[in-house]
């Protein structure tokens, strides 16, 4: 389904009937690394995907997607569906979309998982990180796509799963180099929602992988105490959806069933 934001296309799915999960991917992704997941998510909820903007068949919509914006996109697609509240997961960068979401939606919020994804703001490392990334997209776009997302997976998982990380480069490929920048620039500044994570009443986890190159167990840890927050730590690497998938899906089938 397509829907317009205000003059720009947003793609989205829907999937099964009853209380309403929202899907946020990560950066370099979209609705697509949902699919193993839907069909047993599916069987007592409504499911909702969304490609954000400038990644899958959605289309860029401005210089920066700030999380903000991404969350305003969310918040117009569930008013068109008629849905008022919904759980959320979210993956890596679709957990700073969530949190942004909660920021401005809390009781609409039902449940709030997070997947690889953290609530704390980047560092001043991190955000030179980006810029650099920024920087190489204006060169040689395929080339940075080819080494985020083989980087995304533990060491010990890249051959195992060669051919999922083919399959995710050869998607991003396709997505267009504004939108990815306009991403990697709302990632940058987005602010720190811990705050927002911490006082958050509702239902909330945390999910974390013991190789993750991106996040720290340790990070995790200290972040999941101090928002008290259910913390549940699996084997694997960033991409837990492939790297563990039947870790993901029996938290999940425990959470909403």
């Not at 700030?66 to 969350?71: D, G, S």
């Not at 979210?90 to 709030?112: D, I, R």
């Not at 001043?124 to 985020?148: G, L, T, V």
Request: hydrophobic share 40%; net charge negative.
């Amino acid at each position: 389904m397509i829907f317009q934001y205000k003059t720009t296309p947003i793609y989205y799915e829907t999937f099964g009937k009853g209380s309403a999960i929202v899907l946020l991917h990560g950066f370099l992704e979209s609705t697509t690394m949902w699919k193993s997941l839907i069909p047993q998510l599916s069987k007592n909820n409504t499911v909702i995907t969304i490609d954000l903007p400038g990644h899958g068949k959605s289309e860029v919509i401005s210089e920066i997607h700030t999380m903000e914006l991404m969350a305003e996109v969310v918040a117009q697609i569930l008013q068109q569906l008629q849905i008022s509240k919904a759980s959320f997961i979210g993956h890596s960068m679709g957990g700073y979309v969530a949190l942004a979401y909660t920021e401005l939606f809390s009781e609409k919020v039902v449940q709030l998982i997070l997947l690889n994804s953290t609530s704390i703001a980047d560092s001043e490392e991190r955000k030179e990180n980006r810029n650099r990334a920024i920087a190489i997209m204006d060169q040689n776009p395929k080339a940075f796509i080819s080494m985020a997302i083989g980087n995304l997976f533990a060491e010990t998982s890249r051959k195992k799963f060669s051919k999922e990380i083919e399959a995710l480069k050869a998607e991003a490929y396709s997505f267009p180099v504004e939108g990815i920048k306009a991403a990697a620039k709302g990632m940058r500044d987005r602010k720190d929602r811990t705050a927002v994570f911490k006082n958050f009443e509702n239902e909330k986890h945390l999910i974390l992988a013991e190789d993750d190159p991106i996040l720290t167990i340790e990070e995790g840890r200290r972040l999941a105490e101090n928002c008290n927050v259910s913390l549940k730590i699996i084997a694997g690497g960033h991409m837990s959806v492939i790297e563990n998938q039947e870790a993901v899906l029996a938290f999940f089938q425990d959470v909403f069933n």
